[in-house]
């Protein structure tokens, strides 16, 4: 009888042991799905598997997954973490093992931009902040080519006059068309007015490079890029930021 109940309990359970593997036509947004679903199910270690999976194939898959796979996925991963901690110590060794494949060669941007987004959803920016620094003194092309994505882990940590070697008044083109984009997207009732706040909320904040012009003593830049925002937004509101901005003042990285 014994035999037989041991017998039972070893077959229900096989499922749970057994290791997830993924299909011969892999869907990378089905498996991050299944990985949320699993994850509530209690089925934590399939869930991580397909965190894992979907972190290192997706792009492969499908680039249109870059934004995806560096917000939304990390933001689940994170929450599978809390409530599973070898998740937790999975997502920190991919960080810790890039951090070294950038420090030992001369990696592309991507891997900084993995670094930083892990980070972020870790709540451990200081990590960015000190990579950066040491691609500041010892690969400094390589610190250019990154500092976007250290931009906002630098400004936490108030490392403007460090910022200031980098920021480009040019720059600020970019941050105008992306605006313009984003504003053409709400004309799309998929998006709508949900867009539309989006696209407010990051232009205002995007302030950002004013105020750090200030802080580096370059008026006459933030005073022309200012102008330039105006031509814009002119509402009261982004005109309140601009003037905290002209004043030095650096708003807080969103989102």
């Known amino acids: 009888m014994r035999t037989t109940f041991a017998l039972w309990a070893f077959l229900m359970n096989l499922p749970l042991l057994a290791a ?13 799905n299944e990985a949320q679903a699993d994850a509530r199910a ?26 995806v796979r560096l917000s939304f996925a990390l933001s689940y991963w994170t929450e599978l973490g809390a409530a599973y901690p070898p998740a937790l110590a999975k997502l920190k060794s991919i960080r810790d093992d890039t ?6 060669s001369d990696q592309f941007p991507e891997a900084f931009h993995d670094f930083a ?3 972020k959803y870790l709540n451990e920016s200081a990590k960015t902040k000190d990579l950066f620094l040491w ?3 010892s690969k400094p092309e390589m610190a250019k080519s990154v500092f976007d994505f250290a931009e906002p882990a630098l400004i936490d940590a108030k490392e403007y006059r460090l910022c200031g070697r980098y920021i480009e008044p040019e720059s ?11 504003k053409q997207l709400v004309q799309d009732p998929a ?5 539309q706040n989006f696209a407010e909320k990051s232009f205002a904040n995007r302030t950002t490079l004013i105020a750090l012009l200030v802080v580096n003593d370059r008026q006459a830049d933030a005073n022309q890029i200012a102008a330039e925002a105006l031509k814009e937004r002119s509402d009261p509101a982004f005109k309140a ?13 969103w989102p």
């Not at 089925?43 to 991580?48: K, S, T, V």
């Not at 972190?55 to 997954?65: K, T, V």
């Open 20 to 32: 997830w593997t993924p299909p011969e036509n892999p869907n990378p947004q089905q498996i991050l």
């Open 42 to 67: 209690g089925r934590y270690e399939d869930a991580l598997a397909k965190h894992v999976w979907f972190h290192e194939n997706a792009l492969r898959l499908d680039p249109g997954f870059v934004g």
């Open 99 to 104: 951090a070294g494949r950038i420090r030992e």
């Open 117 to 119: 987004s892990i980070n």
């Open 135 to 137: 691609l500041n003194s």
């Open 172 to 182: 600020f083109e970019r941050i105008r068309e992306l605006y313009r984009k984003k």
């Open 191 to 195: 998006h709508g007015e949900r867009m």
């Open 241 to 253: 930021e601009l003037e905290k901005a002209k004043r030095g003042t650096v708003p807080a990285p």
